[in-house]
């Protein structure tokens, strides 16, 4: 396949999951009586630019629709993440009451409803209906609209450019990289900043998290290769923050090429080297993800076989994108996984993609009193361990699968 950023051949293999059907595509009553699509769920990787990108099969608009499920706001540790960007931005760039602050990717609103509570001005761009509805119901001013030159050069012609623009888990998200990117380069006023989160590349492939990749990631990320997408498409990369977001994030700051004030840090050279140095721009790197992933994909059947042989009970816990990756990967059904605890109620009443589990409310956990609760969004661990830790009350432990099996 031709690279989507730089348009060369991209055939370095780093790993093939199979098919799946999207990850968010959850399934109704009604719609759990029909046939799935399925498609193959395949990353290679460009060796002329380095970017990791899966097979293309869609379009944004099929995988972010009205119906989309996915609310950000949902997780305290994403909420209290959230807020403590909006105030180190405020901060380091000394926004105020005549600044404007634009996010891409606004989802329900649980970042920019903090800039609103600051009297900051604030537009969110989002193209899902059902998480733009959220968002506008905490008072924030919505685009219902997908992001790219087009729509940045009607904002920009309506005197809406940006001081800071927030672009948090939504790179890895655009089938048109190039575009997207652009659209950034004409939003900003000329001394305005933009940063990118999202899960830095490197972290999984170390960690193994192969559960990250599913068809609404159609990029995986690292700084050697967004650095390169960003000087083609009018950006330029000052700073670089590594968090421990989704595994392993990077925090990348940019502004426009042309005439940005911010110097690059020396956390931007460092960083490039390190990749340099493991060997991120090197074929060598890339290859062993398949046999770490098949090997933990065996021990997720193996775990839920015994425990039904021994009579024990088995919950899942979070109806996340990447748990859908890892169950469908495993060939895991209700039969070894009778249902999956979520709190979004958007999720409740629903099925998940391919596996067709039924997704429930918690109190079927007091209710069932499993034995073992398997954490499907490892990223947020913590949170839940803390949240269900009454499950102690009947001796029940939890269980995670990234990056090895492990037992809580």
Same mark, same amino acid.
């Given at each position: ?18 098919? @799946? ?7 109704? &009553? ?5 046939? #799935? ?28 629709? @009205? ?15 959230? &807020? ?5 931005? *405020? ?12 996010? *891409? ?38 685009? #219902? ?39 950034? %380069? ?42 390169? +997408?960003?000087?083609?498409?009018? !950006? ?5 923050? #590594?968090? $421990? ?38 074929? @060598? ?6 046999? =770490?992933?098949? !090997? ?15 009579? =024990? ?5 979070? %109806?996340?994108? =990447? ?14 996984? $009778? ?5 979004? $109620? ?12 039924? +997704?429930? $409310? ?20 913590? #949170?839940?361990? =803390?949240?269900?830790?009454? *499950? ?8 995670? !699968? ?5 037992? !809580?």
């Amino acid at each position: 396949m031709k690279c989507r950023h730089c348009g060369a051949e991209a055939t370095l293999p780093l790993i093939d999951l199979g098919s @799946a059907p999207p990850s968010n595509a959850y399934l109704t &009553e009604a719609t759990l009586h029909g046939p #799935e699509k399925w498609f193959p769920l395949k990353v290679v990787v460009c060796e002329k630019c380095w970017l990791a990108q899966t097979e293309d099969f869609f379009r944004s608009d099929e995988l972010f629709d @009205a119906d989309y499920a996915y609310f950000s706001g949902f997780s305290d540790t994403w909420l209290a993440h959230c &807020e403590r960007y909006v105030v180190d931005m *405020i901060k380091r760039f000394g926004l105020g009451a005549e600044s404007h602050v634009v996010e *891409i990717a606004a989802n329900d609103g649980c970042l920019l409803q903090f800039v609103n509570e600051r009297n900051i001005p604030c537009t969110g761009v989002e193209p899902t209906s059902s998480t733009a509805a959220a968002a506008r119901g905490k008072g924030i001013s919505i685009i #219902e609209d997908f992001f790219g030159v087009r729509l940045a050069s009607q904002m920009a012609q309506n005197g809406m450019q940006a001081d800071l623009t927030v672009a948090n888990n939504v790179l890895a998200h655009v089938p048109d990289i190039n575009d997207f990117v652009s659209g950034f %380069a004409i939003l900003l006023n000329p001394n305005g900043v933009v940063t990118f989160e999202f899960p830095h590349l490197m972290q999984l492939i170390d960690k193994n998290q192969f559960d990250t990749i599913y068809h609404e990631h159609f990029s995986y990320l690292s700084l050697t290769a967004v650095s390169r +997408i960003f000087e083609r498409n009018g !950006l330029k990369v000052f700073d670089v923050e #590594e968090l $421990p977001t989704h595994g392993g994030s990077l925090r990348v700051y940019a502004q426009r090429r042309d005439d940005g004030k911010n110097h690059t840090t020396n956390n931007v050279r460092a960083l490039l080297q390190r990749e340099y140095t493991l060997g991120m721009t090197s074929p @060598a790197f890339y290859l062993g993800l398949q046999e =770490k992933a098949n !090997l933990l994909k065996d021990y997720l059947v193996s775990f839920l076989i015994e425990r039904k042989r021994e009579g =024990k009970k088995v919950a899942g816990y979070g %109806a996340a994108a =990447k748990g859908n990756t890892l169950l469908n990967y495993a060939g895991v059904r209700p039969d070894l996984l $009778p249902y999956v605890v979520d709190l979004n $109620p958007a999720k409740q009443g629903k099925y998940l993609p391919g596996s067709r589990i039924p +997704i429930v $409310p918690e109190g079927y956990l007091t209710a069932g009193k499993p034995d073992f609760v398997l954490i499907l969004p490892w990223n947020i661990r913590d #949170e839940i361990i =803390k949240q269900l830790s009454y *499950i102690r009350q009947w001796n029940g432990k939890f269980v995670t !699968l990234i990056p090895a099996l492990n037992f !809580l």
